[in-house]
């Protein structure tokens, strides 16, 4: 069974940082496709970065972009998101996802992911 575990959210002030975590319970190097969402209250859950296995596939929301980095170390299965100069338009739950499909047939193209975790809350006030 697919399990995703985030970690790492909390709170933050405007123009702080945080970095979100993602750790499974099967090998990371069977995902051909990583990412992040977010969905803040009465809004509509986004993408928000998105990688390939090795790394060559890397997509930001143009709302994050030379704000967030995403990261994953398949070798210690763990999938990681520095987010720097925190916006309060920031704060939602924010979700690891996976799929064993590559990003270009997946996210590349809007599709779902297959797996996701319960979430992890990040709140920033301003």
């Known amino acids: 069974q697919v399990r995703l575990m985030e970690s790492g959210g909390g709170s933050a002030q405007a123009g702080g940082s945080l970095r979100l975590s993602c750790t499974g319970s099967t090998n990371f190097s069977d995902y051909g496709c990583m990412g992040w969402l977010r969905q803040a209250p009465g809004k509509e859950r986004e993408r928000v970065a998105g990688?390939?296995?090795?790394?060559?596939?890397?997509y930001y929301h143009d709302s994050v972009k030379g704000r967030f980095t995403i990261a994953r170390d398949n070798s210690k299965n763990t999938l990681a998101l520095q987010m720097n100069i925190l916006k309060p338009d920031d704060t939602a739950m924010y979700y690891c996802a996976a799929d064993q499909n590559s990003c270009a047939t997946t996210w590349g193209r809007g599709q779902t992911l297959s797996y996701m975790g319960q979430g992890t809350q990040v709140t920033v006030s301003s």
């Open positions: 990688i390939s296995f090795g790394g060559g596939y890397i």
